[in-house]
């Protein structure tokens, strides 16, 4: 049985603790928070769980086995490096860390002690993104072409990250998983209307050694909430629509041709192939309920999680990147 601990109980972390309670071969001993009321809430609901305020308590305590991390992002790597010199497993609310240097520390020590370190990238647990890797895989869609996506809505405005740190990550974390490489070059623009604010509205495009592009939209203020992702590929496309209840995933067989004229042949034409759409039907479970599964597994069993520290670590160095080059009005940033 493995005995967690999670520390933050504020936005995400009661989802966490939610869907962790559910899980085989796993229980919650211990919510850790700073605030007495959240403490309390957790009480509440929770009543055999060990409330705590300070997280050198839990660090501390023999019987815990992984700490789960759910506070803001600057306390990422303090609180996980801590966590694994106590010699706990950990898994880490996204983005993994702040900084590169920081997300290779905490890989490096995960790997030097030999535990698991996990970032949660909750969309690559999700129902569609688990069909759409199967689609890859399955070399379904061909030759990839491209990965563009729009994130936007009405707030949450962040304090302490950009608008690229808080929803993009998301979306880099799908095309980390779906294209299996990572970029060779990253250019961001953007913009504060807020002042005193962070960035809230950012174009960010991923450009690969090859004729992969990946292009990403988010943005806090906006009138209307869109989450869409087209992936393209040389023999079929798909749009991931994650508003849609019913219909999330839809493949195209759509795409072009290129055939020779019979009147010249050093002359060629661009043909249009249009087939059929249909949407696969999706698994109804929820995203942190198979991740938390998979954490506990990859404890037990001594794997290596899908969102490991390393890919954590890739995605922090594309968000550097892109800050990098938002801060220089765009100029492209090398990895």
Same mark, same amino acid.
């Given at each position: 049985?493995?005995?967690?601990?999670?520390?933050?109980?504020?936005?995400?972390?009661?989802?966490?603790?939610?869907?962790?309670?559910?899980?085989?071969?796993?229980?919650?001993?211990?919510?850790?928070?700073?605030?007495?009321?959240?403490?309390?809430?957790?009480?509440?609901?929770?009543?055999?769980?060990i409330?705590?305020?300070?997280?050198?308590?839990v660090?501390?305590?023999?019987? @815990?086995?992984?700490?789960?991390?759910?506070?803001?992002?600057?306390?990422?790597?303090?609180?996980?490096?801590?966590?694994?010199?106590?010699?706990?497993?950990?898994l880490?609310?996204?983005?993994?860390?702040?900084?590169?240097?920081?997300?290779?520390?905490?890989?490096?020590?995960?790997?030097?002690?030999?535990?698991?370190?996990?970032?949660?990238?909750?969309?690559?647990?999700?129902?569609?993104?688990?069909?759409?890797?199967?689609?890859?895989?399955?070399?379904?869609?061909?030759?990839?072409?491209?990965? %563009?996506?729009?994130?936007?809505?009405?707030?949450?405005?962040?304090? %302490?990250?950009?608008?690229i740190?808080?929803?993009?990550?998301?979306?880099?974390? @799908?095309?980390?998983?779906?294209?299996?490489?990572?970029?060779c070059?990253?250019?961001?623009?953007?913009?504060?209307?807020?002042?005193?604010?962070?960035? *809230? @509205?950012?174009?960010l495009?991923?450009?690969?050694?090859?004729?992969?592009?990946?292009?990403?939209?988010?943005?806090?203020?906006?009138?209307?909430?869109?989450?869409?992702?087209?992936?393209?590929?040389?023999?079929?496309?798909?749009?991931?629509?994650? @508003?849609d209840?019913?219909e999330?995933?839809?493949?195209?067989?759509?795409?072009?041709?290129?055939?020779?004229?019979?009147? *010249?042949?050093?002359q060629?034409?661009?043909?249009?192939?249009?087939?059929?759409?249909?949407?696969p039907?999706?698994?109804?479970?929820?995203?942190?309920?198979?991740?938390?599964?998979?954490?506990?597994?990859?404890?037990?069993?001594?794997k290596?999680?899908?969102?490991?520290?390393?890919?954590?670590?890739?995605?922090?160095?594309?968000?550097?990147a892109?800050?990098?080059?938002?801060?220089?009005?765009?100029?492209?940033?090398?990895?």
């Open positions: 049985m493995i005995s967690l601990a999670v520390i933050g109980y504020g936005y995400w972390g009661p989802n966490l603790v939610r869907n962790f309670m559910q899980v085989d071969h796993a229980h919650i001993r211990a919510v850790c928070d700073a605030s007495a009321e959240r403490r309390a809430a957790a009480e509440k609901i929770y009543p055999g769980v409330t705590l305020a300070d997280p050198t308590d660090f501390a305590d023999p019987e @815990i086995d992984a700490v789960v991390i759910a506070t803001p992002v600057g306390s990422h790597f303090e609180l996980g490096m801590r966590a694994l010199e106590a010699g706990k497993h950990v880490i609310e996204k983005p993994i860390a702040s900084s590169v240097a920081e997300a290779e520390a905490l890989v490096a020590e995960a790997d030097r002690r030999g535990l698991v370190l996990m970032v949660d990238h909750t969309f690559i647990y999700t129902s569609a993104v688990r069909k759409m890797h199967e689609l890859v895989e399955s070399g379904e869609l061909g030759e990839l072409y491209y990965y %563009d996506s729009v994130r936007v809505n009405l707030g949450l405005f962040q304090s %302490d990250v950009s608008v740190w808080d929803l993009a990550v998301h979306d880099l974390s @799908i095309m980390d998983r779906l294209f299996g490489a990572s970029p070059r990253v250019s961001a623009t953007g913009m504060a209307h807020v002042p005193g604010e962070p960035v *809230n @509205i950012a174009y495009t991923c450009s690969f050694v090859d004729t992969r592009i990946a292009h990403f939209h988010v943005n806090w203020l906006a009138p209307v909430k869109v989450r869409q992702t087209m992936l393209c590929g040389s023999e079929k496309m798909v749009v991931f629509d994650d @508003i209840m019913s999330k995933v839809k493949v195209y067989d759509k795409g072009v041709v290129m055939s020779s004229s019979p009147q *010249n042949t050093l060629r034409h661009v043909g249009y192939r249009t087939g059929d759409m249909w949407a039907r999706l698994d109804n479970v929820e995203a942190l309920a198979v991740e938390a599964e998979h954490f506990v597994d990859c404890i037990i069993n001594s290596t999680p899908i969102t490991d520290g390393h890919a954590g670590l890739r995605i922090v160095r594309i968000l550097e892109a800050s990098a080059s938002l801060g220089s009005n765009g100029a492209p940033v090398e990895l």
